[in-house]
């Protein structure tokens, strides 16, 4: 065991309570202070019970000279990286944790920390919710760690709004399964017997390995099913024995081969079906929901609404925001709707209203068809309520949206007549015409408030707007507007989720990741109070040298909340004087340039003159561009 140097302070010694100890072999400095009591301290009545300096020691201190010293090579622990770069991961997000030391030991350095490089998250939620973000924009999936019991506890909120989305990250699980191989004190605390039983209600599958030929199997399997449709998250739980004892014959060990599921396709006949009735149909409306998943999915979508003039109602990643066809065409005139991965499709067609006795009513006309083609009903599960209520519908199509889109437009190509082709063009100028005036109107209604203080959140997206859009920006958070022009695929991050408040910064982290190798302005519109739940992605972000633009709607409230609050009051005839107990973030305001500095982001604010809004834009805009994160914090109106 190395000694400490002569003259300094054993640590050992000073932690036993010593004013101060002499190196191994060496004579004392000092003579020790007496203690003033041979009884150990008694805790406040409630006061959590504080590790002994014992245990603290054994945690800390190498070990002591009467301890063999063991070395291993070929650890288990390096196959299993082997078997992840197989997989092509580029990010693992993680906050450290030694269930899973000896895999991120392997993979900084057997690994080289290179495909995959390690992300210093400080936060399990956060690490969900930037692998998430990264998925949303490459299409690819990224690799989160977290350690025992109380790491997935941490992550469970994003790995519920993962699933939520359908998105499919990663979650690889450290845990020390074998009781009697388990460090006394705080492993056993951390260490389960079923480690994916907590969060299994809301991801797609889990696997603990016994051996490392079952790790590699199950590491391949887990990839698989995340990826094929409909996505989710999955676990894969990594025995602690498993990645820190040796391999004694490495070449017995196999990694198998990875070939990824077609997405399915609609059945051709019913496929027929649905073009024959948007053929023939004089109003028909396309709802698009999460259907676009590249950019391809996009030229399918425009493709079909400008093949029978309707309008798509959903843009986003589905169809470009301004363009003729995207928007209007309102349902109650439709007599044929063509919902296409909508996760809601009874709320749609439905108008419910929230008041004390509860109702709904159905806007759409009597005898319109609806037809929905979705791979959520593929795959639904039973405790959590993500499914939404039960919609009837005239056809219903359990397959991928995107995938499904070339079939139905040749399907439909070869019904169109001329005669038809004519209704479709008459169709679509009218629709132009009412989208076009519809965006004039979008025009002067931003205008409204456009001087005030706090500053008004159009005025503050329009601003935004001005400040990136001669550049090849991307909005990987909340923001944007229909005066945006959002004209690709990659502009935005897709919609989906469970409105987990606090996923909100890092998924734009992720995000913005992804972007980075293509050297685009990734910018996001970050809720206060969202930021206020793991704020430390902004140290993330900084330490990876990650550029993004945060700008603050810093309303000082969870203002959703506030209104409910005064939904509920008004109800009870209370009055609404007191909605802001419990639901603003006032006294003290937060000054979030100033926390942002704090983790290493060029920032500034807190700006409440909208006239000083646009040139400090500009200057952060400069700063992304040179490759760093920047914040600008806005006191903004309520919405």
């Known amino acids: 065991m190395a000694k400490s140097p002569r003259n300094g302070i054993n640590r050992r010694g000073f932690l036993k309570g010593a004013a101060a100890g002499a190196a191994a072999g060496a004579a004392a400095l000092v003579t020790p202070a007496p203690l003033a009591s041979a009884e150990p301290a008694v805790p406040q009545r409630g006061a959590a019970a504080q590790p002994s300096t014992a245990q603290l020691a054994a945690e800390t201190e190498p070990l002591s000279a009467d301890v063999d010293v063991l070395t291993v090579e070929n650890a288990g622990s390096d196959f299993m990286v082997d078997v992840f770069k197989s997989l092509g991961f580029e990010y693992i997000a993680s906050n450290p944790g030694s269930s899973f030391r000896g895999l991120q030991e392997s993979f900084i350095n057997y690994g080289k920390n290179s495909s995959p490089e390690w992300l210093t998250c400080c936060h399990e939620e956060s690490s969900i919710a930037i692998a998430d973000g990264y998925f949303r924009v490459s299409g690819k999936p990224m690799m989160a760690m977290a350690h025992g019991t109380v790491g997935l506890q941490h992550a469970s909120m994003t790995i519920y709004n993962s699933f939520v989305a359908r998105n499919p990250v990663y979650i690889v699980l450290g845990n020390a399964l074998d009781a009697n191989a388990r460090r006394p004190g705080v492993e056993w605390n951390h260490s ?69 599921t077609s997405p399915p396709t609609g059945d051709p006949s019913a496929v027929a079906e649905v073009a024959k009735l948007l053929v023939a149909a004089e109003n028909p409306v396309i709802l698009a929901g999460r259907v676009a998943r590249t950019e391809h999915g996009m030229k399918m979508m425009v493709e079909l609404a400008e093949l029978l003039q309707a309008p798509v109602q959903g843009g986003g990643r589905n169809m470009p925001n301004q363009h003729p066809l995207s928007g209007g065409g309102g349902l109650g005139n439709a007599d044929v709707i063509l919902g296409l991965q909508v996760d809601d499709l009874w709320g749609t067609i439905n108008d419910f209203r929230d008041q004390q006795e509860r109702s709904y009513r159905s806007v759409i006309k009597a005898g319109a068809k609806v037809i929905s083609i979705s791979a959520n009903d593929l795959y639904t599960k039973s405790n959590y309520q993500d499914f939404q209520r039960y919609a009837e519908v005239d056809i219903a199509i359990a397959a991928d949206g995107e995938a499904t889109l070339p079939l139905l437009i040749e399907a439909c190509k070869r019904l169109i007549t001329g005669d038809r082709k004519r209704v479709f063009d008459e169709r679509g100028k009218r629709i132009a015409a009412a989208n076009a005036q519809a965006l004039v109107r979008a025009r002067t209604e931003a205008t409204y408030g456009w001087d005030s203080s706090p500053i008004s959140t159009t005025r503050m997206s329009m601003e935004i707007w001005n400040a990136v859009k001669t550049k090849d920006w991307a909005l990987v958070g909340g923001g944007g507007s229909r005066l945006w022009n959002i004209d690709k695929f990659y502009r935005t991050t897709g919609g989906g989720g469970a409105a987990a408040v606090g996923s909100g910064l890092p998924t734009a982290v992720g995000a913005a990741l992804a972007h980075k190798k293509f050297g685009r302005l990734c910018v996001a519109v970050q809720p206060d109070g969202d930021l206020m739940y793991a704020p430390g992605a902004l140290w993330t972000a900084a330490h990876h040298r990650i550029p993004l633009l945060l700008v603050m709607h810093n309303n000082r409230a969870y203002h959703q909340e506030v209104m409910h609050l005064q939904r509920m009051a008004n109800r009870r005839q209370r009055g609404i004087t007191t909605a802001g107990v419990g639901t603003t973030l006032t006294d003290p305001n937060i000054d979030f340039a100033a926390l942002a500095r704090s983790m290493g982001l060029y920032a500034a604010g807190p700006i409440t003159d909208p006239k000083d809004l646009g040139p400090a834009l500009r200057v952060a805009v400069e700063r992304v561009e040179r490759g760093e994160p920047a914040l600008i914090d806005v006191v903004t109106q309520p919405r």
Do not use: C
């Open 192 to 260: 389960v017997q079923d480690a994916s039983s907590m969060v299994r209600d809301y991801i797609k599958w889990d696997d603990t390995p016994i051996s490392l030929p079952h790790f590699a199997e199950s590491a391949v399997r887990a990839y698989k099913i995340a990826m094929t449709l409909p996505m989710a998250p999955v676990i894969l739980v990594a025995d602690g024995d498993l990645q820190e004892n040796a391999v004694k014959d490495r070449s017995k060990l196999h990694m198998p081969k990875l070939t990824l």
